[in-house]
């Protein structure tokens, strides 16, 4: 998530009304205020937010399990809750190395709170900012090895690069610095479900003075994964990105998904 440089506790920020939705402890009145206002233009936000985390969940595991994967690059990686990251990842082999990105003075706090690796491998935090990659990468070099695999978490996100063009420039130049065999993953609130109520609430959301978002179609999201391989089955509602059992309910939500590797 995008936030403000300094610690703000009279402005709402994405991060805390998305933690806010979850069922978390760390946000503030005015996220609580901006959110329930957002619920009343968008009451299913919550199951999105939901499916989200259960799709982030998802696809650490296949990375991790299936892909053999064992760095990861988690940009935007907002307030920890249960099952993030660093933990889905070294609960298949604890010598992971992770690294989270956010540049919210409270997720930086929490961060170093929660934030707490097994000691065969690595998880840490860095401040960064989306619209710098370049900083991002050598920050990231310092506990990562880039020149091996990398699977590059962008959930939540690039919808804070307004321009598209930019937005897709941001993933080429992360993907450029990594090698073959890694991974990108994306997801990205759309235009695809209440289309027309998600919206209004973006624009609302605009309005509070903090950092702001956009809404993308289906077919813009696909030229994120122009320069990799999209894994099947392609760029789809976050609850429908290979499900299993334990996830229920697959309804269709305003967040779109998916992976691809890089060739």
Known sequence: MI???RFRTD????????N??????GHYPVDAEVGDRILSLVPALPRSA?????????SVRYLAEEAGVRQFLDIGTGLPTTDNTHEIAQRVDPSCRIVCVDNDPLVFAHAHALLDSAPEGAAVFIEGDVHDPEAILRDAAETLDLSRPVAITMLGILNF???TDEAVSVVRRLLDAVPSGSYLVVSHPTTEVDGEAMTKAVEYWNGQGTAPMTLRSRAELLRFFEDVELLEPGVVTCSRWRPDAAD???AEVTHFG????KP
């Open 161 to 163: 690069v307004m321009r």
């Open 258 to 261: 998916g992976i691809g590797r």
């Open 11 to 18: 402005v709402s920020h994405a991060a805390r009304i998305w």
């Open 248 to 250: 229920g309910d697959t």
């Open 3 to 5: 936030g403000s440089s």
């Open 20 to 25: 806010y939705w979850l069922g978390g402890m």
């Open 50 to 58: 939901v499916a989200d985390r259960r799709f982030l969940a998802r």
